[in-house]
T-cell receptor, first 116, second 108 residues
Framework: GAVVSQHPSWVICKSGTSVKIECRSL??????MFWYRQFPKQSLMLMAT?????????EQGVEKDKFLINHASLTLSTLTVTSAHPEDSSFYIC????????????FGPGTRLTVL | AQRVTQPEKLLSVFKGAPVELKCNYS??????LFWYVQYSRQRLQLLLR??SRESIKGFTADLNKGETSFHLKKPFAQEEDSAMYYC??????????FGTGTRLQVFP
């Protein structure tokens, strides 16, 4: 149990376009999900906390208009990278918190975004 | 400011040798500490958390508030332990703050 999926697993897009990444909790409900960014051989950097039914909370230095987060249901959060540029190329990972399992965060497999 | 420090980027040992992955933290309140592991081409997964006080896959970690440390230890490393290990701190069971990670290589 406690599986989190992400779609797509990888995406290549042209500079200036927008890309949407989905994060789903498959077998539990998650009022809170998190979005991280991971650069090659570096740690996970928290971008924002996604709250079901309310606005996301962004970490300092993360542009909320650049990285749009929507958490419309208890099993789905989306991250949209708007007007993508090559510097947005990265590995994006989501996690979902399961309050029935001591608030443990379960991580998705990640989405690799390459902006040409 | 809250911070998690893992001083070693890479730790290489031979099979059967003891392992200690270091983690230090700075936090003003009462933190909850975790160790996460990421095996090659797999997602990040929880290895253990300090409040559970349990041993997982032979690994243990003790929270030392005096030294603000949460080092991960295993007396006899196995090849399958080779992975990336991240120490993390949670604020009020909310968001996680990760360290930079330590890659453990266990040679046969």
């Amino acid at each position: 149990g406690a599986v989190v999926s992400q779609h797509p697993s990888w995406v290549i897009c042209k500079s200036g376009t927008s890309v949407k990444i989905e994060c789903r909790s498959l077998d539990f409900q998650a009022t809170t999900m998190f979005w991280y960014r991971q650069f090659p051989k570096q740690s996970l950097m928290l971008m924002a906390t996604s709250n079901e039914g309310s606005k996301a909370t962004y970490e300092q230095g993360v542009e909320k208009d650049k990285f749009l987060i929507n958490h419309a249901s208890l099993t789905l959060s989306t991250l949209t990278v708007t007007s993508a540029h090559p510097e947005d190329s990265s590995f994006y990972i989501c996690s979902a918190r399961d309050y029935t399992r001591h608030n443990e965060q379960f991580f998705g497999p990640g989405t690799r975004l390459t902006v040409l | 400011a809250q911070r998690v420090t893992q001083p070693e980027k890479l730790l290489s040992v031979f099979k059967g040798a003891p392992v200690e992955l270091k983690c230090n933290y700075s936090y003003s309140g009462s933190p909850e500490l975790f160790w996460y592991v990421q095996y090659s081409r797999q997602r990040l997964q929880l290895l253990l958390r300090h409040i559970s006080r349990e041993s997982i896959k032979g690994f243990t970690a003790d929270l030392n508030k005096g030294e603000t440390s949460f080092h991960l230890k295993k007396p006899f490393a196995q090849e399958e332990d080779s992975a990336m290990y991240y120490c993390a701190l949670s604020q009020n069971t909310d968001k996680l703050i990760f360290g930079t990670g330590t890659r453990l290589q266990v040679f046969p």
